[in-house]
Protein backbone atom coordinates (compact mmCIF):
# COMPACT_ATOMS: atom_id res chain seq x y z
CA UNK A 1 0.00 0.00 0.00
CA UNK A 2 1.58 3.84 -0.41
CA UNK A 3 2.53 5.32 2.42
CA UNK A 4 1.28 8.35 3.51
CA UNK A 5 2.41 11.02 6.50
CA UNK A 6 0.91 14.35 7.39
CA UNK A 7 3.37 17.41 8.26
CA UNK A 8 2.46 20.34 10.71
CA UNK A 9 4.12 23.27 9.23
CA UNK A 10 4.86 25.97 12.23
CA UNK A 11 5.12 29.39 11.90
CA UNK A 12 7.66 31.87 13.77
CA UNK A 13 8.05 35.77 14.90
CA UNK A 14 11.25 37.12 14.99
CA UNK A 15 11.97 38.49 18.60
CA UNK A 16 14.66 40.98 17.59
CA UNK A 17 16.46 41.49 14.38
CA UNK A 18 19.50 43.54 13.99
CA UNK A 19 21.04 44.23 10.07
CA UNK A 20 24.64 44.18 10.81
CA UNK A 21 26.05 44.64 6.99
CA UNK A 22 25.10 44.41 2.93
CA UNK A 23 27.24 40.77 1.67
CA UNK A 24 28.85 40.64 -1.47
CA UNK A 25 26.04 38.19 -2.87
CA UNK A 26 23.75 40.94 -2.35
CA UNK A 27 22.15 39.36 0.88
CA UNK A 28 22.43 40.93 4.25
CA UNK A 29 23.75 39.50 7.31
CA UNK A 30 21.69 39.69 10.55
CA UNK A 31 21.56 38.47 14.09
CA UNK A 32 18.10 37.33 14.85
CA UNK A 33 16.01 35.73 17.65
CA UNK A 34 13.71 33.12 16.09
CA UNK A 35 10.64 31.63 18.11
CA UNK A 36 8.42 28.64 16.50
CA UNK A 37 4.65 29.47 17.46
CA UNK A 38 1.77 27.10 17.37
CA UNK A 39 -0.09 28.37 13.95
CA UNK A 40 0.49 25.77 11.19
CA UNK A 41 0.47 24.94 7.61
CA UNK A 42 -0.75 21.96 6.91
CA UNK A 43 0.57 19.28 4.28
CA UNK A 44 -0.05 15.68 3.68
CA UNK A 45 2.23 13.98 1.64
CA UNK A 46 0.88 10.95 -0.30
CA UNK A 47 2.97 8.23 -2.29
CA UNK A 48 1.46 7.24 -5.83
CA UNK A 49 2.11 4.88 -8.56
CA UNK A 50 4.33 7.11 -10.66
CA UNK A 51 8.45 7.54 -10.69
CA UNK A 52 9.56 10.73 -9.60
CA UNK A 53 6.87 13.12 -9.74
CA UNK A 54 5.43 15.59 -7.48
CA UNK A 55 1.65 16.80 -7.69
CA UNK A 56 0.81 19.41 -5.40
CA UNK A 57 -2.53 21.17 -4.67
CA UNK A 58 -2.92 24.08 -2.69
CA UNK A 59 -5.65 25.16 -0.59
CA UNK A 60 -6.15 28.13 1.76
CA UNK A 61 -4.41 30.91 -0.91
CA UNK A 62 -3.30 31.21 -3.84
CA UNK A 63 0.08 30.02 -4.77
CA UNK A 64 1.83 28.66 -8.11
CA UNK A 65 1.85 25.05 -7.45
CA UNK A 66 4.59 24.99 -10.34
CA UNK A 67 8.29 24.47 -10.25
CA UNK A 68 8.81 27.83 -8.26
CA UNK A 69 6.95 26.50 -5.21
CA UNK A 70 9.22 25.89 -2.19
CA UNK A 71 7.81 22.58 -1.79
CA UNK A 72 8.89 21.97 -5.53
CA UNK A 73 12.32 23.08 -4.95
CA UNK A 74 12.39 21.00 -1.61
CA UNK A 75 11.47 17.91 -3.60
CA UNK A 76 14.07 18.69 -6.77
CA UNK A 77 17.02 19.02 -4.26
CA UNK A 78 16.14 15.20 -2.79
CA UNK A 79 15.18 13.65 -5.95
CA UNK A 80 18.78 14.98 -7.46
CA UNK A 81 20.52 14.05 -3.69
CA UNK A 82 19.34 10.33 -4.19
CA UNK A 83 20.60 9.86 -7.95
CA UNK A 84 17.59 7.63 -7.99
CA UNK A 85 13.79 7.84 -9.50
CA UNK A 86 11.92 7.93 -6.04
CA UNK A 87 8.31 6.61 -6.11
CA UNK A 88 5.94 9.62 -6.49
CA UNK A 89 4.16 11.87 -4.34
CA UNK A 90 0.78 13.90 -3.84
CA UNK A 91 0.87 17.00 -1.63
CA UNK A 92 -1.66 18.74 0.03
CA UNK A 93 -1.00 21.95 1.39
CA UNK A 94 -3.36 23.40 3.71
CA UNK A 95 -2.51 27.45 4.15
CA UNK A 96 -3.11 28.59 7.21
CA UNK A 97 -0.22 31.05 7.49
CA UNK A 98 -0.88 34.29 5.55
CA UNK A 99 1.46 34.55 2.57
CA UNK A 100 4.55 37.83 2.60
CA UNK A 101 3.66 38.29 6.28
CA UNK A 102 7.25 37.96 7.79
CA UNK A 103 5.76 34.34 8.97
CA UNK A 104 7.79 31.83 7.74
CA UNK A 105 5.01 29.84 6.00
CA UNK A 106 6.72 29.25 2.81
CA UNK A 107 10.18 28.32 4.56
CA UNK A 108 8.50 26.08 7.15
CA UNK A 109 6.75 24.34 3.86
CA UNK A 110 9.76 23.44 2.73
CA UNK A 111 11.39 22.34 5.70
CA UNK A 112 8.35 20.13 6.19
CA UNK A 113 9.16 18.72 2.77
CA UNK A 114 12.91 18.01 3.02
CA UNK A 115 11.88 16.01 6.34
CA UNK A 116 8.50 14.00 5.00
CA UNK A 117 10.24 12.94 2.29
CA UNK A 118 13.55 11.85 3.72
CA UNK A 119 11.25 9.64 5.97
CA UNK A 120 8.74 8.66 3.20
CA UNK A 121 11.35 7.22 1.07
CA UNK A 122 13.88 6.07 3.87
CA UNK A 123 16.89 7.83 2.85
CA UNK A 124 17.87 8.83 6.39
CA UNK A 125 20.11 11.68 5.51
CA UNK A 126 21.35 13.10 8.77
CA UNK A 127 20.45 16.45 10.38
CA UNK A 128 23.68 17.65 8.94
CA UNK A 129 22.93 17.63 5.57
CA UNK A 130 19.18 17.98 5.81
CA UNK A 131 20.06 21.73 6.95
CA UNK A 132 22.48 22.11 4.01
CA UNK A 133 19.29 21.29 1.63
CA UNK A 134 17.58 23.85 3.39
CA UNK A 135 20.27 26.58 3.69
CA UNK A 136 20.00 26.42 -0.40
CA UNK A 137 16.27 26.68 -0.19
CA UNK A 138 15.66 29.81 2.21
CA UNK A 139 17.22 31.28 4.78
CA UNK A 140 14.96 30.82 7.27
CA UNK A 141 14.26 27.45 6.56
CA UNK A 142 16.98 25.57 8.32
CA UNK A 143 15.46 26.67 11.66
CA UNK A 144 11.82 25.24 10.99
CA UNK A 145 13.87 21.79 10.83
CA UNK A 146 14.34 22.58 14.49
CA UNK A 147 12.36 25.04 15.98
CA UNK A 148 12.07 26.05 19.11
CA UNK A 149 13.88 29.01 19.84
CA UNK A 150 17.50 29.88 18.31
CA UNK A 151 19.83 32.68 17.28
CA UNK A 152 20.06 32.80 13.74
CA UNK A 153 23.40 34.45 12.10
CA UNK A 154 25.46 34.75 8.68
CA UNK A 155 21.85 34.90 6.56
CA UNK A 156 19.91 33.70 9.43
CA UNK A 157 20.93 30.36 8.79
CA UNK A 158 23.65 29.67 11.24
CA UNK A 159 21.76 28.40 13.82
CA UNK A 160 22.14 28.74 17.84
CA UNK A 161 19.57 26.84 19.85
CA UNK A 162 18.46 27.90 23.52
CA UNK A 163 16.34 26.98 26.37
CA UNK A 164 12.85 27.07 24.79
CA UNK A 165 10.73 29.85 25.82
CA UNK A 166 8.09 28.46 28.30
CA UNK A 167 6.02 31.52 29.10
CA UNK A 168 4.21 34.58 26.86
CA UNK A 169 2.11 34.58 24.18
CA UNK A 170 1.40 36.60 21.05
CA UNK A 171 -1.46 38.37 19.89
CA UNK A 172 -0.96 38.34 15.90
CA UNK A 173 -2.24 40.97 13.60
CA UNK A 174 -1.94 41.06 9.90
CA UNK A 175 -2.81 44.10 7.86
CA UNK A 176 -3.96 41.86 4.56
CA UNK A 177 -1.11 43.03 2.52
CA UNK A 178 2.44 41.33 2.32
CA UNK A 179 5.82 42.84 1.93
CA UNK A 180 8.65 42.10 0.14
CA UNK A 181 11.66 40.71 2.00
CA UNK A 182 13.68 41.92 -0.86
CA UNK A 183 12.40 45.49 -0.99
CA UNK A 184 12.09 46.22 2.85
CA UNK A 185 16.15 45.16 3.18
CA UNK A 186 16.61 47.46 0.16
CA UNK A 187 15.68 50.19 2.41
CA UNK A 188 17.74 50.40 4.92
CA UNK A 189 20.32 52.91 5.37
CA UNK A 190 22.80 50.83 6.90
CA UNK A 191 25.10 53.93 7.80
CA UNK A 192 22.73 55.95 9.79
CA UNK A 193 22.30 52.47 11.96
CA UNK A 194 23.29 53.55 15.29
CA UNK A 195 23.94 51.26 18.00
CA UNK A 196 23.01 47.68 17.08
CA UNK A 197 22.31 45.83 20.19
CA UNK A 198 24.48 42.87 18.55
CA UNK A 199 22.97 39.42 20.01
CA UNK A 200 25.17 37.70 22.67
CA UNK A 201 23.74 34.15 24.13
CA UNK A 202 24.42 35.20 27.58
CA UNK A 203 22.64 38.49 26.41
CA UNK A 204 18.86 36.33 25.18
CA UNK A 205 19.09 33.64 27.96
CA UNK A 206 18.27 36.66 30.47
CA UNK A 207 15.52 38.29 28.25
CA UNK A 208 14.37 34.79 27.92
CA UNK A 209 13.97 34.25 31.75
CA UNK A 210 12.31 37.83 32.19
CA UNK A 211 10.14 37.21 28.60
CA UNK A 212 7.94 39.06 28.04
CA UNK A 213 8.48 41.84 30.49
CA UNK A 214 12.05 41.87 28.76
CA UNK A 215 10.73 42.35 24.68
CA UNK A 216 10.88 45.80 25.04
CA UNK A 217 14.64 45.94 25.02
CA UNK A 218 14.24 43.81 21.30
CA UNK A 219 14.07 45.62 18.33
CA UNK A 220 13.28 44.81 14.42
CA UNK A 221 15.71 46.64 12.80
CA UNK A 222 13.70 46.16 9.43
CA UNK A 223 11.05 48.48 11.09
CA UNK A 224 12.96 51.81 10.39
CA UNK A 225 12.47 50.70 6.53
CA UNK A 226 8.54 49.46 6.54
CA UNK A 227 6.87 51.32 8.66
CA UNK A 228 7.16 55.14 7.11
CA UNK A 229 5.83 53.16 3.82
CA UNK A 230 2.72 51.75 5.52
CA UNK A 231 1.38 54.21 8.35
CA UNK A 232 -1.47 50.76 8.89
CA UNK A 233 1.48 49.18 10.68
CA UNK A 234 1.69 51.90 12.97
CA UNK A 235 -1.94 52.14 14.25
CA UNK A 236 -1.89 48.58 14.86
CA UNK A 237 1.06 48.73 16.63
CA UNK A 238 -0.68 51.67 18.84
CA UNK A 239 -3.96 49.03 19.00
CA UNK A 240 -1.90 46.70 20.55
CA UNK A 241 -0.30 49.02 22.95
CA UNK A 242 -3.59 50.30 24.22
CA UNK A 243 -4.79 46.91 24.49
CA UNK A 244 -1.69 45.83 27.16
CA UNK A 245 0.94 44.55 24.88
CA UNK A 246 3.85 44.33 26.99
CA UNK A 247 5.83 44.75 23.82
CA UNK A 248 5.02 45.28 19.96
CA UNK A 249 6.73 44.24 17.16
CA UNK A 250 6.70 43.36 14.02
CA UNK A 251 7.92 39.82 12.55
CA UNK A 252 10.45 39.47 10.26
CA UNK A 253 10.22 41.81 7.04
CA UNK A 254 6.29 42.31 7.22
CA UNK A 255 3.97 42.56 7.44
CA UNK A 256 2.63 40.65 10.74
CA UNK A 257 2.82 42.53 14.21
CA UNK A 258 2.69 40.70 17.17
CA UNK A 259 1.81 41.86 20.86
CA UNK A 260 3.65 40.02 23.55
CA UNK A 261 1.25 39.13 26.52
CA UNK A 262 1.93 37.67 29.80
CA UNK A 263 -0.23 34.45 28.60
CA UNK A 264 -3.19 33.21 26.21
CA UNK A 265 -6.40 34.62 28.51
CA UNK A 266 -5.20 38.29 28.60
CA UNK A 267 -4.05 37.84 24.61
CA UNK A 268 -7.72 36.75 23.97
CA UNK A 269 -8.69 39.18 25.83
CA UNK A 270 -7.22 42.08 23.78
CA UNK A 271 -8.07 40.04 20.67
CA UNK A 272 -11.67 40.84 21.73
CA UNK A 273 -11.16 44.86 22.01
CA UNK A 274 -9.56 44.77 18.72
CA UNK A 275 -12.59 43.76 17.05
CA UNK A 276 -12.60 42.82 13.32
CA UNK A 277 -10.44 45.27 11.79
CA UNK A 278 -7.56 42.76 10.84
CA UNK A 279 -6.82 39.72 10.64
CA UNK A 280 -5.80 38.24 14.01
CA UNK A 281 -5.05 35.23 16.30
CA UNK A 282 -3.30 34.36 19.11
CA UNK A 283 -0.38 31.98 19.21
CA UNK A 284 1.67 30.54 21.78
CA UNK A 285 5.29 29.64 21.66
CA UNK A 286 6.10 26.22 20.24
CA UNK A 287 9.22 24.37 21.55
CA UNK A 288 10.15 22.17 18.73
CA UNK A 289 10.12 22.73 14.84
CA UNK A 290 8.13 20.90 12.29
CA UNK A 291 5.72 18.09 13.12
CA UNK A 292 5.61 14.20 11.27
CA UNK A 293 2.73 12.07 11.88
CA UNK A 294 1.08 9.14 10.23
CA UNK A 295 -1.66 10.02 7.89
Known amino acids: MPRALRAFAPAKVNLGLEVIRQRRDGYHDIETIFQAVDLFD ?3 FQETDSTG ?10 LPEGP ?5 RAHRLLVAKTGTD ?5 VRLLKRIPVGSGLGGGSSDAAATLLALNRLWRLNLPQSELSALAAQLGSDV ?7 TAIGRGR ?3 LEALPHLRRGAFLMVNPGFDISSAWAYG ?8 NPYRISVEQVKAFLARFPASGMVMKNRLEDAVFPAHPSL ?4 EALRECGAVHVSMSGSGSTLFGTFADAARAEIAREDLGDRWLSWVARPLPGGVRLEDA
Do not use: D, H, S, Y
Open 142 to 148: PFFLIGG
Open 234 to 237: GEIE
Open 68 to 72: ENLVC
Open 42 to 44: ELT
Open 156 to 158: GER
Open 53 to 62: ELRLEVEGAR
Open 86 to 90: PPGVR
Open 187 to 194: QIKLGLTR
